[in-house]
């Protein structure tokens, strides 16, 4: 195996482990301790909820402090890491996950949701982008 091969291949397994975790995190984080939900962001994220655009993880919370009580069920999740040319000096996955959210008062809808999530000094990684869109 070459050398870049065995690269790729490094950068797809770290890929599928942070994604693998952080979703864990993120929705339990959401369900469960929304109100700390803004330490998953960086300061300068930003959100596009159904169309909405929020910037800033203050602003991103405020809005997301707004919705009722939820309960996620992820059914799939597909993380891939973005080429190193493109966010230099910097590790970042793209994770997609899709599954049913259901909001305290409505019935259960289908969402899907993509985050660019990068790793930090400290070896955590935060939001740097998150787009959250329904299926009906």
């Known amino acids: 195996m070459s050398a870049s091969l065995s690269s790729e291949r490094t950068l797809q397994d770290q890929a599928c482990l942070a994604g693998e975790q952080f979703h ?5 984080t959401f369900d469960k301790r929304r109100t700390m939900l803004n330490k998953l962001y ?3 994220a930003s959100m596009v909820w159904n169309g909405n655009p929020v910037q800033s993880s203050a ?3 405020q809005f997301l ?6 309960e996620h069920t992820v059914d799939s999740l597909d993380s891939q ?3 190193p ?3 230099p000096g910097q590790t970042s996955v793209a994770v997609i996950t899709s599954g049913k959210v259901k909001f305290e008062g409505n019935k259960d809808c289908n969402f899907v949701q993509n985050f660019t999530i990068a790793s930090t000094q400290g070896g955590t990684w935060k939001i740097v982008s998150d787009c959250f869109r329904y299926q009906e």
């Open 59 to 61: 602003k991103i919370q």
């Open 65 to 70: 402090d707004k919705l009722p009580i939820s």
């Open 42 to 44: 960086q300061d300068s």
């Open 24 to 28: 864990k995190l993120f929705y339990e």
């Open 81 to 83: 890491p973005i080429p």
């Open 85 to 87: 040319e493109l966010t």
